[in-house]
């Protein structure tokens, strides 16, 4: 019992001691109650306000992309690689046009004769065309009647000149002016200043005669003598017409004396010291003239194309020279004989451009090959690190036409001019950074060093029911950073130089209104509105309403509870009654 009544009064006097320190505490002083209240100032200064976020983050690369072995285009046979040196390895930084890795192609050999073979198979196809180009325009021209160097030269309108083959007499016109043509031969030509005799010699006169003898002939109703050759005899003797004896033939080709005619009877003496002797038994006969040609058109055929005579240059029994005009033609079916002439030609030009395409496109793949020799040493694209290699040396690789771009891929670099930081920034600092904004980066790895980049980007998303704000952070390349590395960012959100300041704690607002309260020489405080520009965690810029050197209220002992005081050092941080 005598144990709780001491417990009993231990309680009651501890609660009767802090009761009492309480009131003393609560109590101001005489001193204190009696007294104005006590203010903690700041003077407004004048200085340079900067204004950003700090941020921390880690290197990104940036994507710098692969790096490719030379590509054959329209190759028909794979291309077989072998990887001959590599000069670059994963995590190494190259610079651009570095190299990185040299190749060979086994089978170079091997393309680049498949190439010139190609290239001369087609260069003998061109000729080949070409040829037969030429000889279908000789034969235009030919139909036509006139010397042409392409079909450009022919308008089927104009027709046909039909012309003398030989020089000699019409003998047959077949042709009147005007009248439609059904023949394909339009007259006929004979040279009758030559003929050739049909003869007989006996057994016994064959030994007496030779090929290229002179003989003297007789001409059935014409006086006199005149000379001609043997072109011809045969030594393989023959039966005769009646049946008993045998002979052999003969040629003989003669100059005509005058108007001597086919089926004349001529008897034929042996030359003897330049006059006639020996005649020989049976006598010769005029067979047919040496040139004789018939005048032709083309083939008519089509009873349904009109064919005309247009014009008609000779008569018949007239005498004309070799190429001598003897009729023109047209009509519908000689213009179609022509067009149809001259589309074939066109037909072979375009089969020879088509041709030369094919050569110049296997040039082309020729000189590609001969150059490609050269790319077989592949260097970097840019400045960059070795993200990672796909082959070592003596690896190797194929690739055809059907392969993608990626079976090229040798080697794959990050960016080292193009490094990102990608964080987040809290909702209280999202609106000091804007996207565009510069950014001061320093980098644990390299302490001393400042490096420069740029807010590429600021976006917000939902995780979870808060709002996340990240910032993306552009960071311009320079030796000695890599990806992975840490670093601390200052965003810039502007700054103002040689501007008036505040601490930012004398600043309050009343009525929407931003006011400092200014002490004055009397002891009084002020309500002053100000205009405010730019701020950060310390300092406020004012624009207009407070002059350099006057103190701003920054604490008051009115706004503390009486245990506190405002301290000397014109700190907001309240200290105790003592």
């Not at 590509?71 to 190259?94: G, M, Q, R, S």
């Not at 104009?158 to 059904?182: A, C, H, N, Q, Y």
């Not at 002797?277 to 349904?304: F, H, M, N, P, R």
Request: net charge negative; glycine share 8%; charged share 25%.
């Amino acid at each position: 019992m005598a144990k709780k009544i001491i417990s009993l009064l231990i309680v009651f006097a501890l609660v009767f001691v802090g009761g009492y320190y309480t009131a003393i505490q609560l109590i101001p002083k005489s001193t204190e109650t009696n007294a104005g209240p006590t203010y903690a100032t700041k003077p407004v200064t004048r200085g340079d306000l900067k204004v950003g976020v700090n941020i921390t983050g880690q290197l990104n690369a940036g994507w710098g992309g692969s790096v490719f072995a030379p590509k054959l285009e329209d190759v028909t046979k794979p291309i077989k690689y072998v990887v001959e040196e590599v000069f670059a390895n994963e995590n190494d930084e190259v610079k651009k046009d570095a190299p990185i890795i040299r190749l060979s192609v086994s089978n170079l050999p091997e393309l680049i004769s498949d190439g010139n073979t190609t290239l001369e198979k087609l260069y003998k196809e061109l000729s080949d065309i070409q040829a037969e180009i030429d000889t279908e325009t000789e034969r235009l021209g030919n139909k036509v009647n006139k010397s042409i160097t392409s079909y450009r030269d022919v308008n089927p309108s104009d027709g046909i000149v039909i012309s003398s083959p030989i020089s000699g007499r019409i003998t047959e016109l077949k042709i009147k002016e005007g009248e439609k043509i059904t023949d394909s031969a339009v007259a006929n030509v004979v040279n009758d200043s030559k003929f050739k005799i049909t003869f007989k010699a006996t057994v016994n006169e064959f030994p007496t005669i030779k090929k290229g003898q002179k003989v003297f002939l007789n001409y059935s109703g014409y006086e006199g003598y005149y000379e001609g050759v043997i072109k011809e005899i045969n030594p393989n003797k023959v039966p005769n017409e009646d049946k008993i004896s045998y002979i052999h033939n003969g040629v003989i080709e003669a100059n005509n004396p005058g108007l001597i005619q086919e089926g004349t009877s001529v008897s034929i003496s042996l030359n003897n010291d330049g006059v006639a002797g020996t005649t020989l038994t049976y006598a010769g006969t005029v067979d047919s003239y040496i040139s004789q040609a018939k005048a032709l058109s083309y083939e008519v055929s089509d009873s349904t194309k009109t064919v005309l005579a247009t014009e008609v240059y000779v008569s018949e029994n007239e005498f004309v020279n070799e190429g001598q005009p003897i009729v023109k033609i047209s009509g519908s079916g000689v213009n179609k004989s022509i067009q149809d002439d001259i589309d074939k030609i066109k037909a072979l030009y375009d089969k020879a451009s088509e041709k030369n395409e094919e050569i110049d496109k296997a040039k082309k793949y020729v000189a590609n090959i001969m150059e490609f020799s050269s790319k077989l040493l592949v260097t970097a694209t840019m400045d960059g690190i070795v993200a990672w290699k796909r082959y070592n040396v003596g690896d190797t690789f194929e690739t055809t036409s059907s392969s993608s771009q990626w079976d090229y891929e040798v080697i794959n670099l990050y960016n080292s001019n193009q490094l990102s930081i990608s964080t987040q920034v809290s909702d209280l600092d999202v609106n000091f950074v804007q996207q565009g904004a510069t950014v001061e980066i320093t980098v644990d790895a390299l302490p001393g060093k400042t490096f420069q980049g740029t807010v590429e980007r600021l976006y917000q998303y939902n995780e979870n029911g808060k709002v996340i704000y990240n910032v993306n952070i552009s960071v311009t390349g320079e030796e000695g950073l890599r990806p992975g590395m840490n670093t601390n960012c200052f965003i810039d959100a502007g700054e103002s130089l040689d501007t008036l300041m505040v601490p930012i704690e004398a600043v309050f607002e009343e009525d929407f209104k931003q006011k400092v309260e200014v002490l004055k020489e009397d002891g009084t405080v002020e309500a002053v509105e100000i205009e405010i520009g730019l701020m950060n965690d310390r300092f406020v810029e004012v624009l207009s309403g407070l002059e350099e050197g006057q103190q701003v209220v920054t604490g008051s002992s009115g706004d503390l509870m009486p245990s506190q005081t405002v301290d000397k050092s014109n700190s907001i941080i309240p200290g105790k009654n003592n």
